[in-house]
């Protein structure tokens, strides 16, 4: 319902009070009705006294059912001024005043000046007109006009975090439009208060008291200086590694920079907050096995999905270049007879997407994160590991000297017989030095990397295969055997089961 919850402001009270006058004994109105108090007339008597607390629980009273009578009636929305204006005609000329007239007619087809001009005809009282009803109609019709101010809610609410912009000043009741010192903008702050203006200051009609978790800076600023913090970065559940300066959220404890085994860890996101330090809108409660549980601010957080990978052996290996190896101790498992060339190259798809981690995927490739760059070395023996995490150490900083070696990490594969090499937090602007990097690292590790890669061709009888080549052992190919006999069971297909060889 259109006005249901308005209540009179402090100005219509005023109105209302300036032209009921204040009678703490009983008297007759115009009208000769019983009044007493600020134009209060139920249960009014002659000889009747009360105390000014009372006559102000009266009015309190009178003005609720007018302004529930105003609801009732009216069917748009008002703003505050023009509803202070009716409540005060409401209270003066009593509760039915609107129902089916024309007033009601203007109002509900938000013809405003209409409205304001016939209120002005209820001026009589017993067939005359009263100076007193002409004076009130008139400051009646012209706070129905006035344009309210403030003129809208504040855009910003009690408990948001908001974003200081530069230039921004502090409020001039308190030092004179002060601008913002430098070190203190574009970063987020709580709001504690809001109060209105007593006139619009540019496009500003509040000032807002700002606060930080970080430190004790607390001012009032204007409105229009301060915008909400966008949505959180990262969401519940999420992996994600911290920055190599990354320090711990102060709201719980003292702010320090975070020791390095903190930063070689992937964390998963438990809880997100919003809070108000430095430059972060939001601070997260991440988690790990080995180190538990650690509250850190959003600037300090790095996502891990996977945003773009380019196009090597290690995802498609279809492209794969290393060659079929046949020195009679490595493994291929193979299906032939697959009747067409679209089946043979969906099986292989699959293959590649479900067998990949048992593979061994020797090669370096580029990864793109939403916020970094990232050059991994894959497929490394353990044996050979230390040597090509210091190879990758010497080339990067070959590249970017100011790389900070804490960002590189091995990091065993699932089975635990190859390791990773992952030169990490790569400024996502240094594509063409990571690019170059990798081609580096390729050339250097080539004769160290052996492929296991899947593929498919066509037989000399016009039919297609499809192969898992260069696998290390008989055990492996076994086990890859046995997984492509539950995929593609050839039994009952027009291809035979997968069967394992020596590459010889």
């Known amino acids: 319902m259109a006005n ?11 109105l209302v009070k300036q032209f009921e006058g204040l009678r703490l004994t009983a008297y007759q109105d ?4 019983w009044t007493i108090g600020y134009g209060h007339t139920k249960g009014g008597y002659a000889g009747m006294s009360i105390t000014q607390a009372q006559a102000e629980a009266f009015l309190k009273e009178d003005l609720l059912t007018h302004a ?11 703003n505050q001024n023009q509803f202070d204006a009716l409540a005060s005609f409401h209270f003066n000329l009593g509760p039915n005043i609107l129902y089916n007239s024309a007033l009601l007619s203007y109002l509900n087809s938000q013809q405003w000046q209409a409205a304001a001009t016939e209120m002005k005809r209820y001026v009589y009282s017993n067939g005359q007109i009263l100076q007193g009803l002409v004076n009130r109609r008139a400051a009646e019709a012209a706070l129905f006009l006035e344009a309210p101010f403030p003129s809208r809610p504040c855009k910003v609410k ?11 000043k502090i409020t ?21 208060e809001i109060h209105t203006l007593n006139s619009k200051w540019e496009s500003s009609e509040y000032e807002v008291l700002i606060s930080s978790n970080e430190t004790s800076y607390r001012k009032w600023i204007y409105e229009q200086d301060l915008s909400l913090a966008p949505a959180a970065k990262f969401n519940v559940g999420l992996k994600v590694r911290l920055s190599t300066a990354a320090t711990n959220a102060s709201i719980h404890w003292s702010r320090r920079v975070l020791e390095k085994k903190y930063l070689g860890q992937e964390y998963t996101i438990s809880q997100v907050a919003p809070t108000a330090e430095s430059r972060s809108p939001y601070q997260y409660l991440i988690s790990s096995p080995t180190l538990g549980n650690l509250w850190v601010l959003e600037q300090d957080l790095m996502d891990r999905t996977i945003w773009f990978i380019t196009n090597e052996p290690f995802m498609n290996q279809g492209h794969n270049q290393n060659p079929e190896v046949k020195n ?17 190259k ?7 997407q479900n067998t990949w981690p048992m593979l061994t995927n020797g090669n370096v490739f580029l990864i793109e994160y939403p916020t970094h760059l990232m050059v991994k070395v894959v497929g490394i023996k353990p044996e050979w590991t230390d040597y090509m995490t210091s190879e990758c150490l010497r080339l990067t900083k070959g590249q970017i000297p100011t790389y900070n070696e804490r960002d590189m990490k091995v990091v065993p594969q699932a089975d635990k017989k190859y390791n990773w090499v992952e030169i990490d937090n790569l400024p996502k602007d240094w594509q063409a030095i990571s690019n170059r990097l990798r081609g580096n690292l390729r050339e250097k590790f080539c004769q160290y990397f052996l492929s296991t890669r899947v593929s498919y061709g066509k037989q000399s009888d016009g039919k297609f295969y499809l192969q898992i080549i260069n696998i290390e052992n008989n055990e492996r190919a076994v086990e890859l055997a046995t997984k492509l006999k539950r995929w593609f069971p050839g039994d009952t297909n027009a291809y035979t089961n997968a069967q394992v060889f020596l590459q010889k």
């Open 172 to 192: 001039s009741p308190w030092s004179s439009n002060e601008p913002i010192p430098a070190n203190r903008v574009n970063q987020y702050y709580k709001v504690e």
């Open 30 to 33: 115009s009208a000769g009705v």
């Open 346 to 352: 969906s099986m292989a798809e699959f293959v590649r």
């Open 68 to 78: 529930s009578g105003i609801s009732k009636y009216v069917k748009v929305q008002l």
């Open 328 to 344: 009679g101790t490595l493994y291929k498992t193979i299906i032939n007879d697959i009747p067409l060339e679209s089946g043979a």
């Open 4 to 14: 249901e919850g308005m209540t009179i402001s402090q100005k219509g009270v005023t």
């Open 158 to 168: 009690v408990g948001n975090i908001v974003l200081l912009s530069g230039g921004a």
